[in-house]
């Protein structure tokens, strides 16, 4: 497809959930796989793009000069802006104010501690990465109080459940789903999402 978004990326979860929020926001969008293997993320031409030489980094050439995201968040918040209500509720009030308590408690709770821990582990510092891994998991079960509503956020879908979702499918593996019944429930409605599966598989034909 040619549209005026790119998403270059990878199968990998900051990705996918940068490529969920376009999905669910309704924005069409081509995939540019940059295969992390054959290190294209660090080739001049798209540290120029990404200086930092990682993924996702959207560009929209829509507007002159293109805007160019680096973060899978600023482009979750680009997504809300371009489709208001989508993502989180358009009108200013205690519903929308919610979505962001809960999509920052994933971003910053859950999310950018398992960085941490995948760069402590990648450096053998694996005690310290166990500790933060634990971490992670018991913040993550947190989330089991926010679901007596049907999304982590109220009765609707939001950015919320985006964040929460792609961490929660890194560490499906490691969490005790049967002590866990409304994140399990809530889980199988979200991939379920054809948005979540339209998104999941953006990258799927670029194995990494
Ligand atoms: N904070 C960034 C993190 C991006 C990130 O760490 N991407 C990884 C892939 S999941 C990457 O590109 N790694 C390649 C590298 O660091 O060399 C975001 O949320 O977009």
Redesign the pocket.
Known sequence: MNTAIELYG?N????L??AIALEEAGLPYTARRID?RAGE??DPTFLALNP?????TLIDRSSTPAQVI????A?IQYADTQAPGRLSPAQPGPERIKVFDRYFFFVTDV?APS?AAFFLRQAGANDAAALIDRRVLEQFSLAETFLADEFMAGDRFSMADISAFTIAASIRDRLDWTSLTHLSRWFDAIEARPAVQRGLKAFQHFPE
């Open positions: 990878a990998t979860g900051n990705t959930r940068a992390l993320h660090r930092a030489g990682k993924v996702p680096n973060q899978s968040n482009i999310i960085h």
